[in-house]
């Protein structure tokens, strides 16, 4: 057997190979860098259960309601919606998945997590949905917000060693599809009650 299988080492001592090398990388060029952690703490805090994003949209909706537009406040409810039932597809996800987080001796864990479960990114998931479906809201141009959300949220939970790579990507991507169906869903609604005059 060679001295370099991992059979060899116990699994938190393994050579660093795969996405474990990949998330080591990442956190040797911005670990160390003045403010990488806290700032990455800060946007674990504010996304944890899409909490957050929820506050965003409330907010949203209640100033809509209050300037008495009914669409408005229908587009940052949804928001809302669309965000914690992105969250909520990634839990159920991450419960049939059941890959474990990170778990090696060179990886910084930099936050602590509700549960030990790793694909995909929940902080993710929700961020895109929600950066997605708050722009829409907000009347920005599509790809605005989630340029400017999406990539610190997925580079933070790698910077925090409590993801993979293919955590954060593939939460981003279920993300973009939990947004898609919320839109879906309304258009439907409205070709329905069209269909009802």
């Given at each position: ?87 909520a597809a990634s839990v ?70 409590v993801h993979y790579p ?32």
């Open positions: 057997m060679s001295s370099e299988s991992t059979d060899t080492y116990p699994a938190a001592f393994a050579p660093v190979s795969g996405e474990t090398k990949v998330l080591v990388a990442v956190q040797n060029v911005f670990v160390d860098k003045p403010g990488a952690v806290a700032s990455a703490r800060a946007l674990s805090h504010f996304g944890e259960h899409s909490l957050g994003w929820l506050a965003v949209a409330g907010t949203g909706a209640a100033i809509a309601q209050f300037r008495g537009d009914e669409r408005g406040r229908n587009l940052w409810v949804a928001a809302g919606v669309g965000a914690f039932g992105a969250h159920v996800l991450k419960r049939i998945v059941r890959r474990k987080r990170p778990d090696h001796a060179d990886v910084r864990i930099g936050v602590g997590t509700p549960s030990k479960l790793s694909f995909p990114s929940s902080h993710a998931t929700s961020t895109t949905a929600a950066a997605i479906l708050i722009g829409r809201a907000a009347g920005l141009p599509p790809a605005a917000l989630p340029a400017a959300l999406v990539p610190p949220m997925l580079l933070s939970r790698l910077v925090l060693g293919t955590d954060v990507i593939g939460g981003a991507l279920i993300g973009a599809a939990c947004a898609a169906a919320v839109g879906a869903g309304e258009r439907q609604t409205r070709t329905e009650s069209r269909g009802m005059l």
